[in-house]
């Protein structure tokens, strides 16, 4: 293999494999340590946070337990790369209701939950409470605002397909 082409945040990128990219070199490094992208983070680099989770053709995926080798011919997809007007991105950014809580209290987490949403809502746009819960099962938010993120996903989901959501039972009104 000459070169390895990766379109990385709507950019073609081409690294050469053992000068510009090891075979050993995960994704998360190429992206983080190489390109400068600090958006998502290493908080365990063994693929238990979602942390570093990324778009991969449009899937999330870990990208600390993926090899930038491997990502030849894909188009990756960063926090960095999302439009100012994300739906997700504003969904996040808002959801501070009441019964909820926000889903940005320290922000760590936040670039890896986003991806993920995206990630979920590329598959399923339109996700029920529990499937959201499921779909974000793999990031870890220290801070615990886990009803205020999988709130915000489903704000996301209905901004997306332009639609109101219902309270659920036993939980503030929407």
Same mark, same amino acid.
């Given at each position: ?13 081409? #690294? ?19 390109? +400068? ?17 990324? @778009? ?10 993926? @090899?930038?080798?491997?990502?030849? +011919?894909? *188009? ?6 999302? =439009?100012?007007?994300? =739906?997700?991105?504003?969904? #996040?950014? !808002? ?11 320290? +922000?760590?987490?936040? =670039?890896? #939950? ?6 979920? @809502? ?5 996700? *029920?409470? !529990? ?6 099962? +793999? ?7 886990? =009803?205020?993120?999988? !709130? ?23």
């Amino acid at each position: 293999m000459d070169e390895i082409r990766i379109e990385i945040n709507h950019r073609m990128r081409k #690294f050469r494999p053992g000068i510009d990219i090891q075979p050993n070199e995960t994704l998360a490094y190429l992206l983080k340590e190489r390109l +400068g992208l600090t958006g998502l983070k290493l908080a365990c680099d063994e693929g238990a946070c979602g942390g570093c989770t990324v @778009l991969v053709n449009n899937r999330a995926v870990l990208s600390c337990m993926t @090899l930038a080798v491997e990502m030849d +011919g894909c *188009t990756v997809l960063t926090v960095e790369g999302l =439009p100012a007007d994300d =739906p997700v991105v504003q969904a #996040f950014a !808002q959801q501070h209701e009441p019964g909820y809580g926000s889903a940005m209290q320290c +922000g760590y987490c936040t =670039p890896g #939950f986003v991806m993920a949403a995206h990630g979920l @809502l590329n598959e399923n746009p339109d996700p *029920t409470l !529990q499937e959201v819960k499921e779909g974000l099962s +793999g990031n870890l938010c220290r801070c615990g605002c886990y =009803p205020a993120l999988a !709130q915000a996903v489903m704000h996301a989901a209905a901004a997306k397909n332009q639609q109101t959501i219902p309270p659920t039972a036993g939980s503030a009104a929407v």
